[in-house]
């Protein structure tokens, strides 16, 4: 994308494309350059209370549009998403830093989302029994809610705004997205796909704002579901206030996962996989391996393998070709990651790789650096990294392996690299995480099954995606009918 030196309407509210009523522009710079890609304008509450008063006006006919002509819109969608998918890709690592290839493959796991959820007119269904009582029948029937609002973090800027939209609006709700004002151009970008598949005004609608347009969602009578995926505190808050107001809320937070390595592990897939883990995405996914458990004798191995392989990975521009990892979102966060690295080593900790300085570093580049030594108690340990930071522990047993990770207060995603059934089953059956992974990274849902996560890492009953999305999404109606037969007889 050229610069842009005008201000974009990043607001679509109601079928048109609304320059923000603040007039607050938003500098969007691209990580791995520093150069301005493009600015915005900034929301605020007149915004965000203009989308809910479209979505509430546009909810009564979406609602009564049966739900096989609702998914026409999903398909067109769909067909719009894959043409325009490298427009997407390149937008998203403009904005966010992340490789090319790592951006057009969130997008493909977005785009599983908008299929499942062609699926509505079968998965909405409810069910019903005849003759509960003599000459009486129940039916469950499931009905959209109304406005429902997604508020989704600077990550993954296309993939995780589908989590929720194609599920809200094909049983039936309006929507709107909030996405992260780190990141507003990928879903700008969808937003116009949307408008061209035709889909009615203010079905979907878009507010480009931070934490005063969250808060007027919030605390709007006329939204009845908030749907939020970022950083533990904001979801603690959300989730608070969101129910304090009578929403229904769910909300993925944080996480620090662990993989543990077990010694009868085959250890060059183990160390290419917790590689790809711990630096996809410059470390800055809610899946990324932080620290690695390295089980009885196998540390020094696994220590010796996952270096080699880091020490190869090319960091750099996402754009050009070659790279494998771009750079973590801004400056802040650079500065933040490398304190955290500094603490750990005040306390002892070792440097196996160290990737604190890059050559010719002009944007907010820290490669792969992987640590050893650092004590359970040190923030390194104890809080999320977000960026392209591995630490390896060792432990003398998958017990103790296990009590290490119980420790943590999150709970979103663990994996163990083992041969041995029996150690996968312990695994599996004992530790405290919502997706779990079995000789797997990265243990990401398909969009047919939950995303799970666990303790600080979810808050919440249903979870995004798949069948938890429709029960999210709907309410149900329960109908005890009886129809005596002699008044059939009048007719
Ligand atoms: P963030 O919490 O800073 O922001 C997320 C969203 O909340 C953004 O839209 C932002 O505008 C809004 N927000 C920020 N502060 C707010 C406040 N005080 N009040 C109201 N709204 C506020 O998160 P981020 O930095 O964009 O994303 C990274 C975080 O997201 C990490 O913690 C990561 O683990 C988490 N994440 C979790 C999952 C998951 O599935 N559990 C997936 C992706 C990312």
Redesign the pocket.
């Known amino acids: 994308m050229t610069p842009q030196t005008a201000t974009l309407d990043a607001n679509y509210i109601g079928g048109a494309w609304q320059t923000s009523k603040t007039s607050t522009p938003l500098d969007i710079i691209n990580p791995a350059t520093g150069e301005l890609v493009a600015q915005v304008g900034l929301a605020g509450p007149a915004d965000a209370d203009a989308a809910v008063a479209a979505a509430l006006a546009a909810y009564p006919a979406w609602r009564r549009t049966p739900p096989q002509n609702r998914i026409q819109y999903l398909f067109r969608f769909r067909e719009l998403l894959l043409a325009r998918a490298k427009d997407i890709a390149r937008l998203t690592t403009q904005e966010n830093g992340k490789t090319f290839a790592e951006a057009y493959a969130e997008l493909q796991r977005g785009i599983e989302n908008v299929e499942v959820a062609c699926g509505i007119p079968t998965l909405m269904q409810g069910y019903n029994l005849e003759d509960v009582s003599s000459g009486i029948d129940e039916i469950m029937i499931r009905q959209p809610l109304g406005v429902t609002v997604a508020?989704?973090?600077?990550?993954?800027p296309s993939m995780?705004p589908l989590w929720f939209l194609p599920y809200a609006i094909a049983t039936g709700n309006t929507f709107i997205l909030?996405?992260?004002?780190r990141v507003p151009l990928t879903a700008r970008l969808i937003f116009e796909l949307l408008h061209e598949s035709g889909l009615p005004a203010g079905v979907c609608n878009l507010v480009v704002g931070?934490?005063p347009v969250?808060d007027t969602f919030l605390h709007h009578p006329d939204v009845r579901a908030i749907s939020f995926?970022?950083?533990?505190p904001?979801a603690k808050?959300?989730y608070a206030e969101g129910s304090l107001h009578g929403k229904r809320v769910q909300c993925?937070?944080?996480?620090k996962n662990y993989v543990v390595v077990m010694p009868d592990a085959d250890l060059e897939m183990t160390a290419k996989i917790v590689n790809d883990s711990a630096f996809g995405c410059a470390g800055q996914r809610?899946l990324a391996v932080s620290v690695a458990v390295a089980v009885g004798d196998v540390a020094k191995k696994f220590k010796e393998a996952v270096v080699d392989m880091a020490s190869n990975i090319r960091t750099g521009n996402g754009l050009e070709e070659g790279v494998q990892m771009g750079p973590v979102i801004t400056a802040d966060s650079k500065s933040r990651i490398l304190n955290l690295v500094d603490k750990g080593l005040q306390d002892g900790g070792k440097v196996l790789l160290d990737g604190r300085k890059v050559a010719g570093d002009v944007g907010n580049f820290i490669a792969p650096t992987i640590l050893s030594g650092i004590a359970a108690s040190n923030p390194l340990t104890s809080t999320?990294i977000?960026g392209p930071v591995l630490t390896v522990n060792e432990s003398n047993t998958l017990d103790d392996a296990i009590e290490l990770l119980s420790r943590s207060s999150f709970g979103?995603s663990a994996a163990i690299f083992t041969s041995s059934g029996a150690a996968a089953r312990k695994f599996r059956y004992e530790v405290q995480a919502g997706n779990i992974g079995v000789n797997i990274g990265v243990a990401a849902p398909m969009a047919y099954f939950p995303?799970s996560?666990w303790r600080d890492?979810f808050m919440g009953v249903l979870h995004g995606q798949g069948k938890d999305a429709i029960e999210f999404y709907t309410d149900k109606k329960v109908v005890i009918e009886r129809w005596p037969k002699e008044w059939s007889r009048k007719f």
């Open positions: 508020i989704t973090p600077f990550n993954f995780i909030k996405p992260s004002e931070g934490k969250v995926v970022g950083s533990t904001v808050y959300i993925q937070g944080g996480a809610c999320e977000f979103n995303f996560g890492s």
